[in-house]
């Protein structure tokens, strides 16, 4: 962890000049960009958005078998709700990964897990999902011919200075401590090998439908861009946004997709385009729905919300009737 944290900085910096390299004499008049956005195809917009609402189903279904292995149940909509409400608190307050770690303790913990099952449940999300990214992130580099070459020799590198550390017995004297933690996570959890494929399976899935909403936002605007592109600017989008310091990664993450498709041959006003209407439905609609899930999981707000609505459908059903009639 120490060494991501010092190396946080210069990657920061590194991604900031390559994408003033690409996009110093590529931006775009606002004018131009507006006239793209408002040509945009509403109907795969809401498909964009349908498919954003579904990501975030699949990932409470994650959390949801997650628990459930550890022997705690959770209904569906509790869980979905308590997957926006996180989303929401880690993507819009300052610290909010740490405080929204805070807020789902404090939420299992009311549905009856204990801590030891807490601690797994959420260290087995976050290797899951970051497992299966870089997974998508390791092929889209791959498939592309420009960076296949760098990447294959990076990989190269890495199982080398693995190899070598492994010989001179760093990792030696380390590996039964990590391999007694992880075999103490995944007992906590329980569950077969089929039970964890299945979870991989769900967590590789939510980024892929995260990468399908990006796909349809391109032909929302009808973007000149392959399926691949896609995928290397969704990548470089998320990454950035990993490596941010502000909630979300705002202004970050845009900039890292916008330089990657310009760098691929797309125009910077579609880019421009294409990055504001994503992050319209991945980032602002999920804060919006995610801080409303937040509200409903207060007790005193969803009895208030509860009953105004059975008033309202009792006000306007016709099956409804005065039992007391004026004279």
Same mark, same amino acid.
């Given at each position: ?128 999902? $970051? ?24 990989? $190269? ?11 001179? $017995? ?158």
């Amino acid at each position: 962890m120490r060494m991501i944290r010092r190396l946080k900085w210069p990657a920061m910096a590194g991604l900031a000049v390559l994408a003033y390299l690409t996009l110093r004499n590529a931006l775009p008049a606002p004018s131009e960009v507006w006239d793209v956005i408002t040509a945009a195809d509403v109907d795969w917009l809401l498909v964009a958005a349908g498919f954003q609402i579904l990501a975030m189903m699949v990932f409470a279904r994650f959390l949801r078998r997650l628990l459930a292995l550890g022997g705690v149940r959770v209904s569906r909509p509790r869980i979905l709700a308590v997957t926006f409400a996180r989303n929401a608190v880690a993507g819009s307050l300052p610290a909010g990964p740490v405080v929204s770690v805070a807020y789902t303790t404090q939420v299992f913990t009311k549905l009856g897990a204990g801590k030891r099952l807490i601690a797994a449940v959420l260290v087995l999300a976050a290797a899951y999902s $970051g497992g299966t990214f870089g997974v998508l992130a390791l092929v889209a580099l791959v498939i592309s011919p420009e960076t296949r070459l760098v990447t294959l020799v990076a990989l $190269g590198c890495l199982v080398v200075a693995g190899v070598l550390l492994f010989r001179a $017995g760093h990792l030696l004297d380390r590996l039964p401590k990590v391999s007694g933690q992880l075999k103490a996570t995944f007992n906590t959890v329980g569950g077969t090998r089929r039970d964890h494929l299945r979870l991989a399976n769900l967590a590789l899935l939510n980024w892929v439908l995260d990468v399908i909403s990006l796909g349809a936002v391109c032909c929302a605007i009808e973007a000149t861009a392959t399926p691949h592109t896609v995928l290397l600017g969704f990548v470089a989008a998320k990454t950035a946004a990993a490596l941010a310091v502000v909630p979300g990664g705002l202004g970050v993450a845009e900039v890292g997709m916008a330089a990657t498709y310009i760098a691929a041959g797309m125009s910077a006003e579609q880019a421009a385009a294409v990055v504001l209407l994503y992050r319209l439905v991945s980032y602002w609609m999920n804060l919006v729905l995610g801080w409303f899930a937040w509200l409903l999981l207060q007790e005193p707000f969803r009895r208030a919300t509860i009953g105004a609505l059975s008033r309202l459908g009792a006000s306007l059903s016709p099956f409804v009737y005065d039992r007391h009639p004026a004279p």
